[in-house]
């Protein structure tokens, strides 16, 4: 079992017919915490019934809510919208309670004591949070940086230093070009992006996501890849956060990363081809839908 910690935004998804808990690192969470891993998240939510509801879901599948603090902010929401091919858009509210993340001892010594301290971009869009997530990255020991580009939620000066702690990267294609193109790189190559991400922050491992075509793994100095599980889109929304938590946990659990790719490329698929972010799978079904495509 591997101690992992998620920072960043909890909220809501709003969507048109429905409304449900998401946000990346509660996303991952979900979904590490199915591995049998422990897991915590760090947040905040709102002194509001949205607050209520979303520490009764936390509690309702078994995560911890210890390090998620209340404020007198209300609790983030995201309002998504699906285009003709099932692909989601956000407007994400600015000023709520995960903008303003406050940390104690408690939790300094639970991400020093992790094996992987997972963080986003848009969890840095704050002066508050980001100064807590840069304390945050001087001490956890294996940083995985998850690249979650939300204009106009960042900017290049945070992103270059979000990339420089990182021990593990993950992008889709479009993100790993434009920032590569923001800090010196002409091309957009994608193998040449990520060997010039890899010598820019001086780290091995890089994942770029690819969609329906699969994924690109760099690690270890070596590039693995698999091209993807063609499926029924239903909506995107939380199939790349399951797809890092499965590669991270695999990788952690001293997987082949050739077999490690396939299996978070399955998960991200059996995501896209369900309602919400969230669907449960247990490992039986997993090894089915790869044993069975």
């Known amino acids: 079992m591997n101690h992992i910690c998620c920072y960043g935004e909890v909220l809501w998804d709003i969507f048109k017919n429905k409304t449900t808990v998401g946000g990346a690192p509660l996303n991952s969470a979900l979904r590490f915490n199915s591995f049998k891993n422990n897991v915590n998240i760090i947040s905040a939510v709102g002194n509001d019934s949205y607050g ?17 603090s209340r404020n007198s ?22 000023n709520v309670a995960w903008d303003f993340i406050n940390i104690n001892d408690q939790v300094l010594k639970k991400v020093e004591a992790s094996n992987a301290f997972v963080y986003g971009s848009l969890s840095a869009r704050s002066s508050e949070s980001k100064t807590t997530l840069f304390k945050l990255l001087e001490i956890a020991p294996f940083r995985v940086f998850d690249v979650n580009l ?7 000066k945070t992103l270059k230093n979000l990339l420089l702690k990182a021990d593990f990267i993950k992008f889709n294609e479009e993100e790993i070009i434009e920032i590569s193109n923001s800090i010196g790189h002409n091309y957009t190559n994608l193998k040449s992006c990520i060997l010039f991400v890899s010598k820019f922050t001086k780290t091995n491992s890089i ?5 329906e075509k699969g994924a690109v793994l760099y690690y270890k ?15 995107t929304v939380g199939s790349g956060d399951s797809f890092l938590a499965m590669l991270i946990n695999e990788l952690l ?23 919400g972010a969230n669907p449960r799978f247990d490992e039986k079904q997993i090894q089915e839908f790869i044993e069975n495509y």
Do not use: W
């Open 52 to 68: 209520d509801k979303l520490i009764s879901f936390l509690k309702n599948n078994k995560l911890s809510a210890n390090f998620i």
């Open 253 to 275: 659990n001293k997987k082949d990363p050739d077999k490690s790719i396939r299996k978070a490329c399955a998960i991200g698929a059996m995501v896209a081809n369900k309602s």
């Open 207 to 211: 994942c770029v996501t690819k969609g």
């Open 150 to 156: 939300r204009p106009p939620n960042y900017d290049y």
């Open 73 to 94: 902010n209300e609790t983030g929401k995201v309002y998504i919208a699906l285009d003709k091919y099932n692909n989601a858009t956000y407007n994400i509210k600015k």
């Open 221 to 235: 100095n070596m590039f693995f890849k698999h091209d993807g599980f063609k499926v029924k889109v239903i909506d």
